[in-house]
């Protein structure tokens, strides 16, 4: 249990993920008076936490973030980002080191292939792009609106394209579908969407957690092969974090550490 009259200086969540909204609540309901999450702004009605404050936007790089940590007197940054957000990531990671504040990296750890599955591992998209099997005519790419540029001069290929916001229409495949759903989605409706449209191959990042994994195991059942975009590389931040449990845990370090 955090100590509710040591936490008087705030705590920075970078989010954007369900960890981090969590991480949020569960802090506050622990008796933290000035718990901030983070977003980009990337999403026009993001879910927000029931507790904590919330500050949208970015901070202008590092030096930004670095400026802002020592400006609101942040006693500590918990990097809560989503795993593929590696802009983010680094900057945090030399903020902390500018700052000298204690810094946690929260982040899932990856899916892991079961052995009836078939995935098929790229670098990047362009390389996803061109990993596709020949033979996938209906692709279904889980990926977030950016990203599905890469996929544009693949002309040969129908594409079922699931986003929060729209995609670009000027760096979106001719042929495509949109469908606008946020998570968690489960594996039978998985199954079921991917059953209706057809799909023969599934383009996805390896996200990790529960909340997206309904794809992974319907592409499963269904036979599918996945073509999974691998994690970016990031910075070995000091302490590591794969649960928002172990996250509450390291928290409750840092303040016995200074007390
Ligand atoms: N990439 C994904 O697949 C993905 C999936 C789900 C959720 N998300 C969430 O969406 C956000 C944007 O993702 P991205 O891949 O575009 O990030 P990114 O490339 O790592 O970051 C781009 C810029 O956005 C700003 N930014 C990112 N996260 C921020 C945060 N939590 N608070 C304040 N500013 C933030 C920073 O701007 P400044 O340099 O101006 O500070 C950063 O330099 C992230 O917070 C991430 O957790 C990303």
Not at 80 to 103: F, G, V
Not at 105 to 129: E, F, G, K, M, Y
Request: charged share 20%.
């Amino acid at each position: 249990m955090v100590d509710a009259a040591a936490l008087k200086r705030p705590v920075l969540i970078l989010g954007g993920t369900g960890d981090a909204r969590l991480l949020v609540e569960q802090l506050t309901q622990a008796g933290h008076r000035d718990v901030r999450l983070s977003l980009a702004g990337a999403t026009r009605a993001p879910t927000l936490p029931d507790r904590g404050s919330v500050r949208i936007g970015g901070f202008g790089g590092a030096q930004g973030l670095a400026d802002y940590l020592i400006g609101e007197q942040i006693a500590l940054l918990i990097d809560a980002t989503h795993p593929y957000a590696a802009q983010i990531t680094a900057h945090a990671h030399a903020a902390a080191q500018h700052t000298k504040l204690p810094l946690l990296r929260l982040n899932r750890p990856p899916w892991v292939p079961h052995t009836d599955d078939h995935w098929i591992s790229a670098t990047d998209h362009l390389q996803a792009a061109s990993l596709m099997p020949s033979h996938a005519r209906r692709i279904f790419l889980s990926i977030g609106r950016k990203e599905v540029a890469a996929y544009a001069n693949c002309a040969d290929r129908w594409f079922l394209i699931r986003s929060i916001e729209p995609p670009d229409p000027d760096t979106t495949p001719a042929r495509h579908r949109w469908i606008s759903a946020r998570g968690p989605f489960d594996m039978a409706a998985e199954t079921m969407l991917m059953r209706a449209q057809q799909i023969d191959c599934l383009v996805t990042k390896n996200s990790g957690g529960k909340a997206t994994y309904g794809k992974i195991a319907a592409a499963r059942t269904l036979g599918l092969p996945v073509v999974m975009i691998a994690r970016p590389a990031e910075p070995q931040a000091d302490a590591h974090a794969e649960t928002v449990a172990d996250a509450l845990a390291w928290v409750a370090r840092q303040l016995r550490s200074s007390a």
